[in-house]
């Protein structure tokens, strides 16, 4: 009897950590990202730099339309500040067509207290929507799976 209930506890424990993996790892960004915008979030990373900070953002195509190169795109904080891409790379080829691009922007610690968002082609899509300065490693990087950098890359 006492080994039945033992087996049932861990197959029970088994089920509640499966699904709480499941949960954190699926945490994403939107899942229905603006069509305007051509492309969605697969993550983010923000690196520190002394006093300022590296934010990078991966994107992925969605549909068959391509990125269009001849569009500005903008980094826009809560105070309305607009920031170019201080580096972008793209993965695929301009004949078979980009499938990722990752810009990279050089932002100060105020711009990260907001919500932001990135205008790119005729879309737009939130990078950031929660108030106060993420919480990260200063000597290191932290990955963003989601809009809420409340929650770190594990989604708590």
Do not use: C
């Not at 300065?133 to 929650?151: C, I, L, N, Q």
Request: charged share 30%.
């Amino acid at each position: 009897m006492k080994r039945q209930m033992i087996r049932l506890s861990l197959a029970l424990l088994a089920v509640i950590t499966t699904a709480l993996a499941a949960w954190v790892w699926t945490s994403e960004y939107d899942s229905d990202p603006d069509p305007k915008a051509r492309l969605q979030i697969e993550g983010v990373q923000l690196t520190k730099d002394r006093s300022n900070a590296w934010l990078e953002i991966h994107l992925s195509k969605i549909g068959d339309a391509e990125h269009d190169l001849r569009k500005k795109v903008r980094l826009v904080t809560a105070d309305g500040s607009e920031h170019e891409p201080a580096k972008n790379t793209f993965a695929g080829s301009p004949e078979a067509g980009f499938t990722d691009i990752w810009f990279k922007f050089w932002l100060e610690e105020e711009d990260l207290e907001g919500k932001m968002d990135l205008l790119i082609n005729d879309g737009k899509l939130r990078i950031k929507t929660n108030q106060g300065a993420p919480k990260w490693d200063p000597d290191g990087a932290e990955v963003f799976k989601s809009s809420d950098w409340g929650k770190s890359w594990l989604g708590f």
